[in-house]
């Protein structure tokens, strides 16, 4: 079975510049949350989406945005990088219902220079 | 969500059992807690979860205290390959419903060393 496949796995941009990051999760799973890591502030919760909709959104600018396709593949993107938005971009995905295990994808490790 | 609260740092031989704390003391009766861990540069990884019981699975066991403000992550037999950071996250039950934020502290660091 395969698992959460993010897209690209490394990512160089310069400030000014926009980015698009993709995640394929699971087979069966309708659930895609993302979250940032970075040294300074860890793992935070950037957005989750479900059935195309957002559901839920953690504290980051509007710069910061995402959507899902209808096959439960999702994208997130950043406009008009900032230094700061270096990190690594963790996708995770999770079953329809119950207090099922979140999985995640490897990232994407983006570089802003 | 109720906060959690676990050492920075531990340290452990190889072979021998590491047992990693957790407090949760604001805990309610509708939260799990769950255990992952995140191995360097790598996505954090789903080792474990319990609602009142202890649990058991092929990489751990957790033991809840009877009033459900804290536990012990354990692993048996820690090799080299159990170096990561762990962390402890309390899971409401209807969290997925909820569009589903896990709140991610800094974790504990455990290095298994030879």
């Known amino acids: 079975k395969a698992g959460v496949t993010q897209t690209p796995r490394y990512l160089i941009k310069t400030r000014g510049q926009q980015v698009t990051l993709s995640c394929s999760p699971i087979?069966?799973?309708?659930?895609v949350s993302w979250y940032q890591q970075t040294p300074g502030q860890g793992l935070q919760f950037l957005f989750e989406?479900?059935?195309?909709?957002?559901?839920n959104k953690g504290n980051f600018p509007g710069r910061f945005s995402g959507r899902q396709f209808s096959n439960s593949r999702s994208e997130m993107n950043v406009s008009t990088l900032e230094l700061g938005d270096s990190a690594l971009y963790l996708c995770?995905?999770?079953?329809?219902?119950?207090?099922?295990?979140?999985?995640f994808g490897s990232g994407t490790r983006l570089t802003v220079v | 969500d109720a906060k959690t609260t676990q050492p920075t740092s531990m340290d452990c031989a190889e072979g021998r059992a590491a047992n990693l704390p957790c407090n949760h003391s604001?805990?309610?009766?509708?939260?799990?807690v769950y255990w992952y861990r995140q191995i360097h540069s790598q996505g954090p990884q789903y080792i474990i979860h319990?609602?009142?019981n202890n649990e058991t699975n092929e990489m751990a066991s957790l033991i809840i205290t009877e009033d459900r403000k804290s536990s012990t992550l354990i692993l048996p037999h820690a090799t080299l390959r159990d170096t990561a950071v762990y962390y402890c996250?309390?899971?409401?039950?209807?969290?997925?419903?909820?569009?589903?934020?896990?709140?991610f502290g800094q974790g504990t660091e455990l290095s298994v060393k030879p």
């Open positions: 995770a995905s999770s079953l329809a219902e119950g207090p099922a295990g979140y999985t």
């Open positions: 319990g609602l009142k």
């Open positions: 604001t805990i309610s009766g509708n939260e799990y």
């Open positions: 996250i309390v899971i409401y039950l209807g969290l997925y419903n909820q569009g589903g934020k896990l709140i």
């Open positions: 087979s069966g799973h309708r659930s």
């Open positions: 989406y479900f059935s195309e909709t957002q559901r």
